[in-house]
């Protein structure tokens, strides 16, 4: 079973910056698409963010567009998400999440099935 354990969160101000991490376990990382949800109080956990196996194609929803960024270290076992000029609508518990399956061409929210804990961000107006 696959562990994956955030960090990176906090409390910053609205425009400030945040890196999140995400270190996995297990020899298979590098295997499967990885990413991000962030659930608000009193709603429903929201798709923020994810990558493919290969890294090479990134997905996002509109809301985050042009200010965050997530990436992967596959030596390192570890995806990351890099937020810029945060938002006080960004504040929420994000989660790291991974794929069901290995190799998948076109990750679709509903495919990630293996969460972490959860990391809170707070963005102060």
């Known amino acids: 079973q696959v562990q994956l354990v955030e960090s990176g969160g906090g409390l910053v101000q609205a425009g400030g910056s945040l890196r999140l991490s995400c270190a996995a376990s297990g020899r298979t990382f590098s295997s499967y698409a990885m990413g991000w949800f962030r659930q608000s109080p009193g709603k429903g956990r929201e798709f923020v963010a994810a990558?493919?196996?290969?890294?090479?194609?990134?997905y996002y929803t509109d809301s985050v567009k042009g200010r965050f960024t997530i990436s992967r270290d596959n030596a390192k076992n570890t995806v990351y998400l890099q937020m810029n000029s945060l938002k006080p609508e960004d504040t929420a518990v994000y989660y790291c999440a991974r794929d069901t399956l290995p190799y998948r061409a076109g990750p679709q929210a509903t495919d990630f099935g293996f969460w972490g804990q959860g990391t809170q961000v707070t963005v102060s107006s």
């Open positions: 990558i493919s196996w290969t890294g090479a194609k990134t």
